[in-house]
């Protein structure tokens, strides 16, 4: 066990592996302090996608999936817009979906082709690892 390691083997009780902690070793927040309330910064310059763009992106979409949270950015020539993907009104997956609007051609990247009949952007060398990309994603997800 690892907790042999840094007591001793000899210090294990036999009994009851519940009360593998010496008494007196237990550690007591000291009163009135406690650990700082945790967030998540928001990732900044975050720009809600055109409603133009997530109709194109609908058009592409299969029966009963749709999209909330949206979000795009632009890197040179490419605008990539993320948005979460609902099907029957409910998240359809962790992440969110990613597609990138190129000379005026809507492609999807990555794991979004599982549910968007858009062309593959891989098959056009456009990827989703590129800063702008991964604030839209950041975006839509919500942080």
Same mark, same amino acid.
């Given at each position: 066990?690892?907790?042999?390691?840094?007591m001793?083997?000899?210090?294990?009780?036999n009994?009851?592996?519940?009360?593998?902690?010496?008494?007196g070793?237990?550690w007591?927040?000291?009163?009135?302090?406690?650990a700082?309330?945790?967030?998540?910064?928001?990732?900044?310059g975050?720009?809600?996608a055109?409603?133009?763009? *997530?109709?194109?992106?609908?058009? +592409?979409?299969?029966d009963? $999936?749709?999209?909330?949270?949206?979000?795009?950015s632009?890197? #040179? &020539?490419?605008?990539?817009?993320?948005?979460?993907?609902?099907?029957?009104?409910?998240?359809?997956?962790r992440e969110p979906g990613l597609?990138?609007?190129?000379?005026?051609? *809507?492609?999807a990247v990555?794991g +979004?082709?599982?549910y968007? $009949?858009?062309?593959?952007?891989t098959?056009?060398g456009?990827? #989703? &690892?590129?800063?702008?990309?991964?604030?839209?994603v950041?975006?839509?997800?919500?942080?």
């Open positions: 066990m690892v907790v042999a390691v840094f001793g083997a000899g210090s294990l009780p009994s009851n592996l519940d009360e593998v902690d010496p008494p070793s237990a007591d927040e000291p009163a009135g302090e406690s700082p309330p945790f967030s998540i910064p928001k990732v900044p975050c720009a809600r055109d409603t133009e763009l *997530l109709d194109q992106i609908r058009a +592409t979409l299969q009963r $999936t749709d999209l909330s949270m949206s979000a795009q632009t890197d #040179g &020539d490419l605008t990539f817009v993320a948005a979460i993907v609902t099907y029957n009104g409910e998240p359809s997956s597609w990138v609007l190129r000379d005026g051609r *809507l492609y990555g +979004t082709t599982a968007s $009949t858009a062309p593959p952007g098959d056009v456009v990827r #989703g &690892d590129s800063n702008e990309a991964a604030r839209a950041a975006c839509a997800a919500g942080y």
